[in-house]
């Protein structure tokens, strides 16, 4: 990818009660998922850092992984569009996110997902073996926040995917329909956040299209 010099990134990491986290682990990535560039969160949990000006493929942002929080994802990350990241963790984490127009049918994006839970993680007596076929966590519409550039974005459906993969194991997936009806402006960000029906977990994600 193309460089242009350097550029600072700010931001600022939390739980989803309002709760800054110190010493969170924040990794901007390549598409290989090896960091660059990475830092930690202050006491406030405010970081900055000097990186690269380029699309990373991810930035990965924890505290205390697997053990109490999963992580925030922010996919195809541009820090020309995102300077500024906010990052919430909890126990979910939205994983593999991808976002597409409807145009020319109805206006509309449509979202594809990975959710992951922590908790149906730690209740699986053989994680490593089983993990991926059934960590996903149970979600419906009402419990699904979206912005489309800041913006709260209407949801107009909710579908549940299951992702093959070999010996007919599958990942949990979800496609979310968001409407784009009275969106004048060029889509540049989306943020999606989640909370699962039966764990209570929270996971937020967001992506930079």
Known sequence: MLQYGKIIVKGIVSDFEGN????????????????????????????????DNRVYNS??????????NLEYWHWNFNPMTSPIIEAKIDGLELYGMKAWTTLPAYPGL????????L???????????????????????KNIKAKINGNPSQILGLNFVKE??????FMG????????????????????????????????GCIDL
């Open 20 to 51: 800054f986290l110190e010493d969170a682990d924040v990794h901007f990535q390549d598409e290989n998922f090896s960091s660059l560039f990475s830092t930690k969160s202050d006491k406030s949990g405010k970081f900055e850092i000097s990186i």
């Open 59 to 68: 930035v990965f942002i924890c505290k205390d992984y697997s053990t109490k």
């Open 110 to 117: 449509i979202v594809y997902f990975r959710p992951m839970s």
């Open 119 to 141: 908790k149906k993680y730690k209740s699986l007596e053989q994680p490593d073996k089983n993990r991926a076929a059934i960590i996903y966590p149970e979600l419906n519409e």
């Open 164 to 169: 093959f993969m070999e010996n007919e194991k």
């Open 173 to 204: 997936a979800y496609l979310l329909h968001l409407s784009t009806k009275n969106i004048t402006d060029e889509i540049k960000t989306l943020s999606v956040q989640i909370q699962a029906t039966k764990t209570n977990e929270r996971g937020l």
